[in-house]
Every structure is written in C-alpha cells, then in structure tokens.
C-alpha cells in the first residue's frame, strides 16, 4: 500500500506541466538470465567508465530485468555477480546521448571462481525510440574531414545538406529557420534567423546528437532538425593538448579573374586579373594570415568527487590591402582588418554524493573586428576614416544541470541556463548618404573636382545606421522527473515543467539629421524586442512582445543618371517609411546630378 501511494503521488507531482527536456545522458537496460533463460532475481550489475564519476549499480529484479538511469555518455563496462554463478564482464558498452541500448547477460554456475569477460560489438539500436538520430563522437569527428564548428559535421545526418542559398542547414527539406540548435541543454537558436547563435568548436566537444526526424512532442519548436551540443568533461586523469592552425596567403591559390564594369565607361566590360602590374592593369591580392593557437586541460579537482575541463581558442585574423582611389591617386595607401575571436570553455562536473550529480557548463564566442577594407576597384571615399570602423558581438552561455537518483525506477534532473548575445556598431551615419550607381564623367558642365567613378560612395552602406545595442537575451529553466512503473507491462512516465523567456534590450539616442527633426530611423527585418523612439537621453527598455526592429540612421541620395537625366531619389520617401509609426514627413526633390 506504501508503495502504491508513493508511486501515485510521484505521478501527481511529476504530472504539472509538459514535456520539454533536453537529453544529456543514456540508458542501459537489460535481462539477466541462467544457462536454461530462467529470469535470475538478486544479480548485481555494476557499470563503470572514464565519463562516469565512480560507478552506478543496480540489481536485477523478479524477472531478472535491470536498468541503469541518467549515464553519462561514453565507453562503460557491466560486471554481473551473483553468488554461485560466474561473474560476467562486458565491455566496450556504448552510452549515446538520449539513447537505450539493451545489454543482456547470461550468468553460468560456477564450479569454481572465476570470471567470463565478453567482448564485442556494442548495440546501435535504441529499443524505445523511434527518432531518427545521428550521434556523432569525439572519435567519428577526428577521423573525419570537416569544418572547424559543429555545424560541419551535422551534414553527416541524413537528410541534412548546407543551403547557401537557403541560408544555412536543411534538415529534410525544412528551412534553416526551422531547426534547433542547444549547448549543455541550452537554447542556442538565434531569435532572429534560426541558425544557430553560437560557435562551438571540436576542441570543446565530446558529442554531436543530430533528430532529424521521429522526435518527441518535447521538441514542439522545430519543424525541421535538433542538433544538440555535449561539451567535454574532465576525468580521474589529467590530459592536456596544444593547439595551432595557420592559414593565409601562402597556403592559398591566385583569386580568379574578376570581370568588371569599367568605373567611368558603363558600356565598357572588362577583365582584370591578379598580378603584380601596377594598379589598374591589375588587382593586388590581400595579404591574408588566419592563427588559431590555444590549448585545453582536463582532470580532477577531488577524485570522483570534482572534475575539471577548460579550453581557450583565440583566433587572429589580418587582411592587409594595397588600396587605391580613382578620384584621388595620392591618398593611396595600405589598409588593415583585423578580427579577433576568443572562444573559451569550461565544465565543472560533480558528485556530492552516490545519487546527486551536478554539472556547470560556461561557453564564449565573443567576436570583434577593426578597420573596413576600401574596394578594390578604387570606387572608394579617400576622405573616409577606414580604420574607425568595426564592431563588437558579445556572446556567452552558461548552464547547470542537477541529476538525482532517488531509485532504481525514479529520477529527477533540473536545469537552468542563460544565452546572451549584442550587436554594438562603432561608427554611424555622417550625414546624408551618396551613391552612384553610374558616373558622372559624361554630364555637361561638371567641375572636374566633382567627377565620380560608378560605384562612388561618401560612406559606407552599413554605416547609413548605428546599431547601438542589439541584445538577445534567454533564460530557461526545467524541472523533468522520470518514473518507471509496471503496469501490464512496463511504461515510462516522464512528464516535465519548464519556464522560458527571452527577450531584446535595445537603446538608442537622438541623432540630429538636417532635414529632419526628430531622428532618422531605417526599417530593419522584423524582429522579437522593440526598440523605443528616440527622446533627449538614450533610453532602454525590455518588451516581450513581437515587434519592428528600428535602428538610428541617415537618409541617402542615389544618383541613376539614365542618358542625361538628373535626378536624386532620397530614402526618406513615404514608401521607405511605410510601417513606422514615428516616421518624418515625407521629403522628394530633384537636383542636378553633379551636386551628388
């Protein structure tokens, strides 16, 4: 009867809510019988492995069934003992993320004391699940060519290929904006696009879990795959690497012959190729250097009690360019991009005591880069500052993860974690944007000092808006209980709560545009967060609702000089403006071209 109201009450509690659990362990189950394949009660099965802290044991039931909860992903090996029956050994037993294997053993009476240790291939299929599920291994992925992050190795699933111009991962035909993407059991997925919102290089893996299709209801927000994310883990062994990776001009074949549109001729088409001529008879290549150097150190702070794995791998690249400018021959000069990426990881994992483990997982993709590239083909502003521009894109992830085993048919994991991302935008709008999308060479009365190649810019396109703050936040937290009940026949009841939010914190200062007065503002792609108009002092709020994105920016003039016709069509035209509601009034003129 006490366990009849203990099993009803752990239904009640575990029943308030549903299901969305990320999976971060595996299962072992079996049957244990003698040498005529009666059940055999009373056996203890052991399991041991590197990723295991300790071990975990269980004892076969009436029917001889066992099951082992809530494994840690990696190689393990059972050891089944009953007294008067050898003991059995089974090794080179497979935990995958999320799967049940079933892994018998047949116990012998024994004569004498010894052991029986059984080697051989470790099952594949999962014998509860009917996902189609890709589980890619620290071992699969370093014997296998692909890219430097995770999303390389995805198309191993079938199904998956890398849509350019789908932008980014298909999982079966679906959109890259229908996948989902999580690291240590947190939401990765950008709010905005889909793909995933942080780079997690091999060096931090231990696996790569790839549902392509066949999943559970849990994962109700994709319509098309989930890749989930297992970083690596320290050990009862310290173990350390170095890294470093080099590639750049050197390493590089000569870049194609690019074909062009002469900058002062639009009937005249042209070839050039890269070489060392002078400029323009040919382009300079840009001297390129990409380094990847760091390292990674794993082991234990108490032994199988406190384990360690840190990582860190910065990447520095430089491009270097020879520019020049057609309307300007003596401000040529050598321009430098340089980008810098520190990607850092660390892992804590722990175990209190024999039933509690806790794990804490903190991942850094933070990405910046200085100085824009003038163009090749000379189109570009002298009087540009090319070193000033740049931007910074914070990224970071942290989660913990708490497992309790409270028996052999019962357990318990909570999870809570934070993915924070920003857009900051160093330089914006100086003034009004123009732009000539032919030249001006053949205008009537044009000062010479106003002649401009096709192609001509004041500044930038990107700098027509500053993206002060850009900021995706999201918090997630679960509490998932699992309960394993005979019922004519076995059932699993695995109910779950989670709470979620995420949201976008934004600000944005009054920018001074001649010609409107209260701030100029450019639409952007629909996005989850508002922005709020602008007012005398930078402002911030947070919305959880759905909303246009509006960022701060500058009004342009696109000179199209069709034969001889003068015109300036300005963006800030009442189509431009559709959907804001903080728009100016609209504004049309007409000027001579060569004032452009």
């Not at 549109?261 to 042209?270: F, H, S, V």
């Not at 342009?556 to 016709?565: A, D």
């Amino acid at each position: 009867m006490k366990r009849f109201l203990a099993i009803a009450g752990a239904i009640l509690f575990l029943g308030t809510g549903w299901l969305l659990a990320q999976e971060q362990t595996g299962e072992l189950i079996g049957n244990v019988t003698d040498d005529e394949d009666s059940p055999l009660p009373g056996v203890t099965v052991e399991a041991t492995s590197p990723a295991l802290i300790g071990s975990r044991s269980t004892v076969t039931d009436a029917n001889g069934r066992y099951r082992l909860i809530s494994l840690p992903p990696g190689t393990y090996k059972l050891v089944f003992q009953l007294p008067g029956f050898q003991t059995l050994n089974r090794e080179g037993i497979d935990v995958r993320l999320g799967r049940t294997f079933q892994v018998n053993g047949r116990l012998q009476q024994a004569t004498m004391e010894e052991e029986i240790t059984v080697v051989g291939q470790s099952p594949v299929v999962d014998v509860k699940k009917s996902a189609s599920t890709l589980d890619i291994t620290k071992e699969m992925f370093t014997r296998l060519p692909k890219g430097r992050d995770f999303i390389s190795a995805v198309t191993l699933a079938a199904g998956a290929t890398d849509e350019n111009v789908g932008g980014g991962l298909s999982m079966d035909g679906a959109s890259s904006s229908e996948n989902m993407f999580f690291a240590d059991g947190m939401d990765i997925t950008n709010m905005y696009t889909g793909a995933s919102n942080q780079n997690v290089y091999f060096e931090f893996i231990d696996e790569v879990q790839v549902k392509s299709s066949g999943y559970a209801a849990e994962y109700g927000g994709s319509m098309g795959g989930v890749i989930n994310v297992l970083t690596r883990a320290g050990g009862n062994e310290y173990s350390g690497e170095l890294l470093l990776y080099y590639n750049g001009s050197a390493t590089n074949g000569t870049p194609r012959p690019s074909l062009r549109i002469n900058p002062y001729d639009r009937g005249l088409a042209e070839y050039l190729e890269y070489g060392d001529d002078p400029w323009p008879a040919q382009y300079q290549e840009d001297n390129r250097h990409n380094y990847e150097f760091g390292f990674g150190l794993g082991g234990y702070v108490i032994k199988d009690r406190l384990w360690f794995f840190a990582s860190y791998l910065p990447t520095y690249r430089k491009t270097s360019r020879d520019a020049h400018f057609l309307t300007d021959r003596t401000a040529d000069a050598t321009y430098d991009q340089e980008r810098w990426y520190h990607r850092a990881n660390i892992k804590l994992t722990g175990q209190p005591f024999s039933k509690l483990r806790i794990t804490g997982s903190f991942l850094n993709d933070f990405y910046n880069w200085r100085g824009r590239l003038p163009a090749m083909d000379g189109s570009s502003n002298p009087e540009y500052d090319w070193g000033a521009d740049g931007f910074d894109f914070p990224n970071i992830t942290g989660s913990l993860r708490a497992d309790f085993i409270a028996s052999d048919d019962m357990f318990f994991s909570a999870m809570a974690g934070y993915h924070r991302t920003n857009t900051q935008q160093l330089v914006g709008p100086e003034g009004p944007r123009y732009y000539f999308d032919y030249s001006n060479i053949d205008v009537p009365g044009v000062d010479p000092a106003l002649v401009r190649p096709r192609y001509w810019y004041n500044y930038p396109s990107a700098a027509r808006y500053q993206t002060l703050r850009d900021i995706q936040n999201r918090w997630m937290g679960t509490v998932d209980g699992t309960l394993f009940v005979d019922l004519a026949g076995e059932h699993e009841w695995m109910p779950d709560f989670r709470s979620s939010a995420w949201g976008k914190m934004c600000s944005m200062p009054r920018l001074s545009i001649p010609g409107i007065s209260t701030g100029a503002r450019t639409t952007s792609r629909p996005a989850w967060g508002w922005c709020p108009p602008p007012s005398a002092t930078p402002k911030s709020t947070i919305l959880w609702v759905p909303w246009p994105r509006w960022r701060a920016g500058a009004p342009r003039s696109i000179c199209r000089i069709p034969g001889r016709s003068r015109t300036t069509s300005p963006s800030t035209s009442a189509s431009a403006w559709r959907g804001n509601p903080f728009r100016p009034s609209a504004m049309s003129r007409s000027t001579p071209a060569w004032m452009c």
